[in-house]
Protein backbone atom coordinates (compact mmCIF):
# COMPACT_ATOMS: atom_id res chain seq x y z
CA UNK A 1 0.00 0.00 0.00
CA UNK A 2 1.12 2.94 -1.08
CA UNK A 3 0.65 6.66 0.35
CA UNK A 4 1.05 10.09 -1.35
CA UNK A 5 2.93 13.12 0.12
CA UNK A 6 -0.90 14.55 -0.31
CA UNK A 7 -2.27 12.11 1.51
CA UNK A 8 0.30 12.32 4.73
CA UNK A 9 -0.65 16.10 4.75
CA UNK A 10 -4.53 15.54 4.66
CA UNK A 11 -3.59 13.07 7.80
CA UNK A 12 -1.77 15.53 9.38
CA UNK A 13 -4.00 18.35 8.96
CA UNK A 14 -6.96 16.02 10.68
CA UNK A 15 -4.91 14.80 13.23
CA UNK A 16 -4.11 19.13 13.85
CA UNK A 17 -7.80 19.54 13.59
CA UNK A 18 -8.88 17.19 16.24
CA UNK A 19 -5.93 18.46 18.39
CA UNK A 20 -7.56 21.45 18.57
CA UNK A 21 -11.21 19.88 19.33
CA UNK A 22 -10.08 18.59 22.27
CA UNK A 23 -8.09 21.63 23.72
CA UNK A 24 -11.17 23.52 22.97
CA UNK A 25 -13.57 20.76 24.93
CA UNK A 26 -10.95 20.55 27.90
CA UNK A 27 -11.26 24.01 28.24
CA UNK A 28 -15.21 24.52 28.02
CA UNK A 29 -15.43 21.29 30.56
CA UNK A 30 -12.27 22.82 33.18
CA UNK A 31 -14.82 26.05 32.87
CA UNK A 32 -17.72 25.02 33.47
CA UNK A 33 -16.80 22.81 36.31
CA UNK A 34 -15.11 25.42 37.74
CA UNK A 35 -18.75 27.93 37.81
CA UNK A 36 -20.54 24.90 39.40
CA UNK A 37 -17.67 24.68 42.35
CA UNK A 38 -17.71 28.62 43.32
CA UNK A 39 -21.32 27.82 43.64
CA UNK A 40 -22.29 30.41 40.92
CA UNK A 41 -25.53 30.34 39.59
CA UNK A 42 -24.61 32.00 36.46
CA UNK A 43 -22.17 30.72 32.93
CA UNK A 44 -21.44 33.85 31.96
CA UNK A 45 -21.84 36.08 35.26
CA UNK A 46 -23.95 38.48 34.33
CA UNK A 47 -27.83 38.92 33.89
CA UNK A 48 -30.93 38.64 35.99
CA UNK A 49 -34.04 36.64 36.02
CA UNK A 50 -36.97 38.63 35.37
CA UNK A 51 -39.30 39.49 37.65
CA UNK A 52 -43.13 39.71 37.62
CA UNK A 53 -43.39 43.25 36.54
CA UNK A 54 -40.40 42.93 33.90
CA UNK A 55 -42.99 40.36 32.32
CA UNK A 56 -46.59 42.82 32.76
CA UNK A 57 -45.34 44.92 29.78
CA UNK A 58 -45.08 42.00 27.11
CA UNK A 59 -48.76 40.43 25.90
CA UNK A 60 -49.78 38.59 23.10
CA UNK A 61 -53.61 38.94 21.82
CA UNK A 62 -55.53 36.85 19.91
CA UNK A 63 -58.32 37.35 17.69
CA UNK A 64 -60.77 35.99 20.28
CA UNK A 65 -59.31 38.08 22.86
CA UNK A 66 -57.41 36.26 24.81
CA UNK A 67 -54.34 37.61 26.11
CA UNK A 68 -55.65 40.95 26.02
CA UNK A 69 -55.34 43.12 29.56
CA UNK A 70 -57.82 44.28 31.67
CA UNK A 71 -59.14 48.05 31.11
CA UNK A 72 -61.76 50.05 28.75
CA UNK A 73 -61.54 53.17 26.91
CA UNK A 74 -64.42 54.68 25.21
CA UNK A 75 -64.81 56.77 21.66
CA UNK A 76 -64.82 60.07 23.48
CA UNK A 77 -61.51 59.71 25.50
CA UNK A 78 -59.94 58.16 22.59
CA UNK A 79 -60.95 61.47 20.49
CA UNK A 80 -59.09 63.46 23.55
CA UNK A 81 -56.16 60.48 23.00
CA UNK A 82 -56.12 60.67 19.09
CA UNK A 83 -56.27 64.80 19.01
CA UNK A 84 -52.72 65.03 21.23
CA UNK A 85 -50.73 61.88 20.35
CA UNK A 86 -51.85 60.55 16.69
CA UNK A 87 -53.25 63.33 14.47
CA UNK A 88 -49.64 65.25 13.97
CA UNK A 89 -48.94 61.80 11.71
CA UNK A 90 -52.14 60.72 11.11
CA UNK A 91 -54.04 63.75 10.04
CA UNK A 92 -57.25 65.28 12.00
CA UNK A 93 -59.31 62.98 9.67
CA UNK A 94 -57.25 59.83 9.73
CA UNK A 95 -56.49 60.31 6.04
CA UNK A 96 -52.92 59.96 6.79
CA UNK A 97 -49.82 61.77 6.35
CA UNK A 98 -46.52 61.16 7.95
CA UNK A 99 -48.04 57.97 8.96
CA UNK A 100 -50.73 55.90 7.59
CA UNK A 101 -54.42 56.21 6.11
CA UNK A 102 -56.49 54.22 9.25
CA UNK A 103 -60.03 54.60 7.33
CA UNK A 104 -62.03 54.50 4.53
CA UNK A 105 -60.77 52.31 1.55
CA UNK A 106 -63.48 49.48 1.44
CA UNK A 107 -64.21 47.83 -1.99
CA UNK A 108 -60.64 49.09 -2.91
CA UNK A 109 -59.02 45.57 -2.48
CA UNK A 110 -60.31 43.66 -5.49
CA UNK A 111 -61.34 45.45 -8.23
CA UNK A 112 -60.61 44.75 -12.01
CA UNK A 113 -59.35 48.69 -12.58
CA UNK A 114 -55.29 48.61 -12.78
CA UNK A 115 -55.58 52.24 -11.89
CA UNK A 116 -57.31 52.00 -9.24
CA UNK A 117 -54.99 51.13 -6.29
CA UNK A 118 -55.96 48.85 -3.29
CA UNK A 119 -56.64 51.02 -0.18
CA UNK A 120 -55.40 49.24 3.03
CA UNK A 121 -56.81 50.63 6.13
CA UNK A 122 -57.55 49.62 8.86
CA UNK A 123 -61.20 49.82 8.32
CA UNK A 124 -60.63 48.04 4.53
CA UNK A 125 -58.19 45.39 5.82
CA UNK A 126 -57.56 44.30 8.89
CA UNK A 127 -59.70 41.29 10.00
CA UNK A 128 -59.57 41.39 13.56
CA UNK A 129 -59.81 44.42 15.99
CA UNK A 130 -58.21 42.87 18.67
CA UNK A 131 -54.95 43.57 16.59
CA UNK A 132 -55.71 47.19 16.00
CA UNK A 133 -55.16 47.08 20.42
CA UNK A 134 -52.22 45.27 19.98
CA UNK A 135 -49.93 47.09 17.43
CA UNK A 136 -51.36 50.49 19.28
CA UNK A 137 -50.09 49.32 22.70
CA UNK A 138 -47.24 48.07 21.38
CA UNK A 139 -45.71 50.66 18.94
CA UNK A 140 -47.72 53.59 19.25
CA UNK A 141 -47.04 56.58 19.52
CA UNK A 142 -44.27 56.72 17.22
CA UNK A 143 -41.68 58.72 18.98
CA UNK A 144 -42.91 57.21 22.43
CA UNK A 145 -44.19 53.31 21.55
CA UNK A 146 -45.24 52.00 24.89
CA UNK A 147 -46.20 55.01 26.46
CA UNK A 148 -49.97 54.53 26.26
CA UNK A 149 -51.21 52.60 28.93
CA UNK A 150 -54.36 49.82 28.60
CA UNK A 151 -57.27 52.15 29.00
CA UNK A 152 -55.52 54.79 26.46
CA UNK A 153 -55.01 51.80 24.25
CA UNK A 154 -59.07 50.60 24.51
CA UNK A 155 -59.70 54.59 23.69
CA UNK A 156 -57.71 55.23 20.87
CA UNK A 157 -59.09 52.00 19.34
CA UNK A 158 -62.69 52.82 20.10
CA UNK A 159 -62.16 56.00 18.56
CA UNK A 160 -60.58 54.40 15.22
CA UNK A 161 -63.17 52.00 14.87
CA UNK A 162 -66.15 55.01 15.34
CA UNK A 163 -64.39 57.18 12.92
CA UNK A 164 -64.34 53.63 10.52
CA UNK A 165 -67.97 52.98 11.06
CA UNK A 166 -67.54 50.34 12.71
CA UNK A 167 -68.82 50.91 16.15
CA UNK A 168 -71.47 53.68 17.49
CA UNK A 169 -70.46 56.67 18.75
CA UNK A 170 -71.13 55.41 22.25
CA UNK A 171 -68.65 52.27 22.39
CA UNK A 172 -66.95 51.04 24.74
CA UNK A 173 -64.02 49.00 24.33
CA UNK A 174 -62.63 46.56 26.26
CA UNK A 175 -61.86 42.99 25.99
CA UNK A 176 -64.78 41.69 25.85
CA UNK A 177 -65.85 44.00 23.67
CA UNK A 178 -63.45 44.58 21.41
CA UNK A 179 -63.04 40.56 20.14
CA UNK A 180 -66.49 41.07 19.30
CA UNK A 181 -66.57 43.53 16.84
CA UNK A 182 -66.95 42.46 13.34
CA UNK A 183 -64.34 43.85 10.82
CA UNK A 184 -65.42 44.54 7.71
CA UNK A 185 -62.79 42.13 5.80
CA UNK A 186 -63.16 39.58 8.30
CA UNK A 187 -64.20 37.09 5.76
CA UNK A 188 -61.49 38.66 2.97
CA UNK A 189 -59.00 36.33 4.07
CA UNK A 190 -58.19 32.78 3.57
CA UNK A 191 -56.06 30.04 5.77
CA UNK A 192 -52.90 29.21 4.14
CA UNK A 193 -53.09 25.32 3.93
CA UNK A 194 -49.17 24.87 3.61
CA UNK A 195 -47.97 22.48 2.36
CA UNK A 196 -50.99 22.64 0.18
CA UNK A 197 -50.95 24.55 -2.83
CA UNK A 198 -52.48 27.45 -2.47
CA UNK A 199 -55.68 27.78 -4.39
CA UNK A 200 -56.69 29.32 -8.51
CA UNK A 201 -55.65 32.71 -7.88
CA UNK A 202 -58.77 34.94 -8.48
CA UNK A 203 -58.53 36.75 -12.10
CA UNK A 204 -57.75 40.48 -11.08
CA UNK A 205 -55.19 42.83 -12.63
CA UNK A 206 -53.58 42.99 -9.33
CA UNK A 207 -53.29 39.53 -8.71
CA UNK A 208 -49.16 38.95 -8.51
CA UNK A 209 -47.25 36.36 -10.48
CA UNK A 210 -45.37 34.96 -7.90
CA UNK A 211 -48.91 33.81 -6.34
CA UNK A 212 -50.33 32.52 -9.70
CA UNK A 213 -46.80 30.33 -9.97
CA UNK A 214 -47.60 28.59 -6.79
CA UNK A 215 -50.92 27.08 -8.02
CA UNK A 216 -49.04 25.66 -11.31
Same mark, same amino acid.
Not at 72 to 86: D, F, H, L, P, W
Given at each position: MFTT?????????? +???F???????????????FAQSSGSSSLYGFGQPASPSDLARFFSSMPDGR???? *??????? *???? $?????? !?? &?? !????GGLGDRLIGGRGTLVNRDPGKAPIKTVES $?? #? $?? @? @??? /? $????? =??? =?????LNDDQAYAVSAYILWRAGVVGGAATMDAKSLAAV +? =???????? #? /??????? #? !?????? &?? @??AIASQTK
Open positions: IEDGQRSLSC +RRVQLASIALGALLSGNAGLPK *GSGSVAE *GKTI $YESQCV !AC &HG !AELQ $YW #P $YA @T @TLF /D $YIKRA =MPL =MSPGS +R =MPNRDGFI #P /DARPEKF #P !APVKAP &HQ @TK
